[in-house]
């Protein structure tokens, strides 16, 4: 892999150069086609700064350190570069291994095995001379859904008997204008009278003896 050095009011030593190109081959070994690399030494105040940057195929990594010495913010910034390069090669590695979406959606589906046509019964109805027995028919029963169970609805006695007497038509009317089905009344005379809707919608007029 090219390697390009660049240093900003420092001096680059033998070792530092030896130390920036090892690092930046591990990393090629990690990335595969790597096309260059280069690396920018440079000073601000106090500290040591080492930039690099790494161009593979596919991925551009880019990392720096900061230390005191310039060997020990180079080495920072190659231990986080080649980081990123294991994480990109891992993220490729897990793509790769899922299977492509066309071949899943063009699986060939799983076939059932058919059903064996009904041997046919002997005319006897005894098994027959291979010693197997014919099928029988079996019968199906539909049991009716359980019926639901309907809470009886109770009402207040103020609201089904009437307050005054009054005569049947006028009961009539009454559950009619206050929508009841059932309404216990007393006639001017004083008889009682328990007027209700039958299921057909016919009022239904019962005395009380």
Do not use: C
């Amino acid at each position: 892999m090219n390697v390009e050095l660049t240093a900003r009011q420092v001096r680059i030593s033998k070792a530092l150069r030896m130390q920036a190109e090892e690092g930046m081959d591990r990393i090629a070994r990690i990335l595969g086609k790597t096309t260059n690399a280069s690396v920018i030494f440079r000073v601000q105040r106090h500290l040591q700064i080492a930039e690099l940057t790494v161009k593979a195929r596919l991925q551009t990594i880019v990392a720096a350190g900061q230390a005191d010495t310039m060997e020990s913010a180079l080495r920072a910034a190659l231990a986080h570069a080649e980081h990123q390069a294991l994480r990109y090669r891992d993220r490729h590695l897990a793509r790769k291994r899922l299977p492509k979406e066309e071949k899943v959606l063009t699986a060939p589906p799983v076939a059932r095995p058919k059903a064996r046509a009904a041997e046919p019964h002997e005319s006897n109805g005894h098994v027959k001379a291979n010693g197997i027995r014919p099928r029988a028919s079996i019968a199906v029963h539909s049991f009716p859904a359980k019926a639901a169970l309907v809470e009886p609805h109770i009402v207040s006695s103020g609201e089904a008997i009437a307050m005054r007497p009054m005569t049947i038509e006028e009961a009539v009317k009454d559950a009619e204008f206050r929508d009841r089905d059932l309404l216990v009344f007393r006639n001017p005379v004083g008889d009682l009278y328990v007027l209700h809707r039958r299921r057909d919608g016919q009022m239904e007029l019962v005395e009380i003896p």
